[in-house]
């Protein structure tokens, strides 16, 4: 019996009245939905809160280390002589810098030959890492050798190919000098620990090459190695690179021109990277703080709250931040953070008085002190530390940011279910109601068609007794 012939017998539009006791039975499902939403709102809503939390221990944390206050700058009063960058081990202070001379990398070169010619002899060409003596005939101390073999076909451009690919410690390049090329060897480093020998002992076979080294006087064609010579505060110091690393821990100079006067150099406390930090840590304390006021708000105007209104997992931690920011700090000059210009508002959250945090930055061991001071006391110690870790014990996996997330998501299954249920009931109602009015129409067909059969009857009769 096909369900879209339902009513033909009864004349009942059995449909729409199927269809209303259905939608009776799935009235608990718009509460259930309602719920899910609001439902789902929290968690979304926990996530955020979750997030900038972490944002906030992030924040502390920096000010709880020594990276968020050991931030140096540095200057130079010839940065075109003498360049400098400072390192966050480095102190603050000044050095007086004189450049007599600048370390240089040897380098020699072969006597001209015809440009992409051959050059018509073989045998190993020795080159000898060491170092040159000061002598007016300079000796070598030889370190290490590498031997690179050379074919009577090979072109400069080809040598130079295989001592680069033998890693002998030098760069072969090749010059060229009109219809002429050289082959010019230069050491990878600079400084006198960083010179080379060419074939020795000599080969015959690639005299062609009329490669000289220091040692042969006049001969000579290039350059020697040299150290760089400077005078720090009057120190004399030496060097095989003209970039110096650490000869003040923490900060390296860049040679670049030998002076003529001394090039001032001053490392100081970057006090501006110091306050972005601080502005960091308000910056994301605010953006939570904002976000625990909006879901827990009233409005009386509209008389409605926000999501998490009365939400006592919400309000908790609302109280809690509110309270530790406004607690105090030990071994500090600075004990509240309002002494150094970090200023509650009357909605909960931070300003920075710029005057005050200025003023403070002067006696920056106290700043750092205040956020970093680790008393093993959370009740005590710096604000920072404080922070991290209250914020790492709520985003943890059983703090109570996760666990409220936890919550919800289980209500949100639950949920779920609970319309699955009242959606298969309706379902099963749906089926019987269809059943039942079915059966009735049917019924109501047969009583309409022996109706019909009497009148017809009853009608002939009177005809016959008329």
């Known amino acids: 019996m096909a369900i879209s012939s339902t009513g033909v017998g009864s004349g009942l539009?059995?449909?729409?009245?199927?269809?209303?006791?259905?939608?009776?039975?799935?009235?608990?499902?718009?509460?259930?939905?309602?719920?899910?939403?609001?439902?789902?709102?929290?968690?979304?809503?926990?996530?955020?809160?979750?997030?900038?939390?972490?944002?906030?221990?992030?924040?502390?944390?920096l000010l709880a280390g020594a990276s968020g206050w050991n931030t140096q700058k540095s200057s130079s009063s010839n940065a075109a002589a003498v360049g400098v960058t400072a390192g966050t081990s480095a102190v603050t202070g000044a050095l007086s810098v004189e450049v007599q001379q600048l370390a240089r990398a040897q380098s020699t070169a072969s006597v001209g030959l015809a440009a992409s010619a051959a050059v018509g002899a073989s045998g190993n060409l020795n080159i000898e890492l060491g170092s040159w003596s000061a002598d007016a005939i300079p000796v070598f101390s030889v370190g290490t050798s590498v031997a690179v073999a050379i074919d009577p076909a090979d072109t400069v451009s080809a040598i130079a190919s295989k001592i680069?690919?033998?890693?002998?410690?030098?760069?072969?390049?090749?010059?060229?000098?009109?219809?002429?090329?050289?082959?010019?060897?230069?050491?990878?480093?600079?400084?006198?620990?960083?010179?080379?020998?060419?074939?020795?002992?000599?080969?015959?076979?690639?005299?062609?090459?009329?490669?000289?080294?220091?040692?042969?006087?006049?001969?000579?064609?290039?350059?020697?190695?040299?150290?760089?010579?400077?005078?720090?505060?009057?120190?004399?110091?030496?060097?095989?690179?003209?970039?110096?690393?650490?000869?003040?821990?923490?900060?390296?100079?860049?040679?670049?021109?030998?002076?003529?006067?001394?090039?001032?150099?001053?490392?100081?406390?970057d006090l501006d990277v110091v306050q972005k930090n601080i502005q960091g840590f308000v910056d994301a304390y605010n953006a939570l703080n904002l976000t625990l006021a909006d879901?827990?708000?009233?409005?009386?105007?509209?008389?409605?709250?926000?999501?998490?209104?009365?939400?006592?997992?919400?309000?908790?931690?609302?109280?809690?931040?509110?309270?530790?920011?406004?607690?105090?700090?030990?071994?500090?000059?600075?004990?509240?953070?309002?002494?150094?210009?970090?200023?509650?508002?009357?909605?909960?959250?931070?300003?920075?008085?710029?005057?005050?945090?200025?003023?403070?930055?002067?006696?920056?061991?106290?700043?750092?002190?205040?956020?970093?001071a680790n008393n093993s006391d959370p009740l005590t110690n710096g604000f920072g530390l404080k922070v991290r870790d209250f914020s790492r014990g709520l985003v943890s996996f059983d703090g109570s940011v996760s666990n409220k997330s936890t919550a919800l998501q289980g209500a949100i299954s639950r949920n779920t279910k609970d319309q699955e249920r009242v959606t298969e009931r309706a379902s099963r109602v749906e089926v019987q109601l269809l059943k039942q009015y079915s059966a009735l129409d049917a019924q109501m067909a047969q009583l309409n068609g022996l109706n019909s059969y009497v009148t017809a009857q009853l009608a002939q009769w009177n005809k016959s007794t008329g």
């Open 164 to 269: 680069n690919a033998a890693g002998a410690g030098v760069t072969a390049t090749v010059m060229r000098d009109g219809a002429n090329e050289r082959l010019v060897l230069r050491s990878n480093s600079t400084g006198v620990e960083a010179g080379f020998r060419v074939n020795t002992p000599a080969d015959p076979g690639l005299a062609v090459l009329g490669i000289t080294n220091p040692s042969d006087g006049v001969g000579f064609v290039g350059q020697t190695a040299q150290d760089a010579k400077v005078k720090i505060n009057g120190v004399a110091v030496v060097s095989g690179a003209n970039k110096m690393v650490d000869v003040v821990p923490g900060v390296t100079l860049q040679l670049n021109q030998v002076t003529t006067a001394p090039a001032e150099i001053t490392v100081e406390n």
């Open 13 to 61: 539009d059995v449909q729409s009245i199927v269809a209303q006791l259905v939608a009776i039975e799935k009235q608990p499902l718009k509460q259930l939905q309602t719920k899910a939403s609001a439902f789902q709102t929290q968690l979304s809503l926990y996530g955020k809160i979750k997030s900038q939390a972490s944002a906030l221990g992030d924040a502390g944390a």
């Open 295 to 372: 879901a827990t708000k009233y409005t009386p105007g509209t008389k409605t709250g926000g999501p998490l209104q009365g939400d006592a997992t919400t309000l908790g931690l609302q109280n809690a931040l509110r309270s530790m920011l406004g607690s105090t700090s030990a071994g500090s000059t600075f004990s509240y953070l309002s002494d150094v210009g970090i200023e509650r508002q009357t909605d909960g959250s931070l300003k920075i008085n710029a005057t005050k945090l200025t003023s403070a930055q002067q006696d920056l061991p106290n700043l750092k002190t205040l956020f970093a």
